[in-house]
């Protein structure tokens, strides 16, 4: 994660080269809709995975066909659940709804699910993230999800108890074990539920946040660790990237305690190309361990 143009996917790129190298097998995934990764490693990705090296494949997430997949589900389950609903023309709907705000980070989410199955036998999965605003959106969102979740279960009920009420039929705990809809909001809350824990879990996520010594970047930089700080997503490793004196580390230290730091040094050739890099981490000596 970091402000745009800071050098996420450079040091995204740098990050997974080292860790193949070290032996583990590695997937580095560009979640960022403008992509970079084809022009920095100076070959044309797609959403297929490309072998850069034995160790290591590359793949761009095409997000728009996403935003299609997640609209198609929603439109099947409201379908499922609402069945009186095919009288008013659902399908018009959806070709409003697509142009929503807040549908790519649900796309995000649901290419993020199938990527982590797909890849399954890797070790690491390295996303290149988008800059800041959606970033925060993609991580934030199962906690979002949840508190509308727990508001909807709570309306279903009240639905239920209600009707139930009217036709006095006293049959309310079966009543509610058929719901389709109140299924599908418990089925959600389950899905997020699980999310959020990924998320959570330093084992499992682990964010690197890259700034450079700019204050522009430093002050996003502790507002996205603020940020995440209040949804409980701790943050793995600074890169100091694009840096010409590693002497600025004591701010670093002060500003992000206890958070591992490696500094990037600035480089005068262009970083592009996989041996490029891989002479970058060399002569730099950079390791993650
Ligand atoms: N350590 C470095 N030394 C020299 N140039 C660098 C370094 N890191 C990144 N750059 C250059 O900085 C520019 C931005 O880098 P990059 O595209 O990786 O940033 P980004 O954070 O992914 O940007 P965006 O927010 O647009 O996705 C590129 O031209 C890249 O080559
Ligand atoms: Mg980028």
Redesign the pocket.
Known sequence: M?????????????YSIAMAKAGHKVALISM?P?H?LS??FNKQLSNKPSTIHKDLTVMEVDQEAWVKVYLRSVSRQVKKSYAYLTAFNLESYFDVIQFSPGLEEYALILAFQKIRRDFRSHDYLVF?M??TALSLKFLFLPSLSLIWTEKLLALRREIIEKRNMITRIKLIRKERETDKVLNTIEEQKVYFTMLKDTFEDPETTRINL?LNPDKLSFAESERILARLKTVNIPINRILF???RNPETHPALEQSFPGIAINV?????????GFEILET?LTVNNITFT
């Open positions: 970091g402000k745009g143009g800071v050098g996420k996917s450079t040091s995204s790129a740098i960022d403008a970079n022009d920095i290149d988008p800059p890259v990237n694009k840096t990037l040094p600035l480089s005068d050739t262009a970083l592009n970058y």
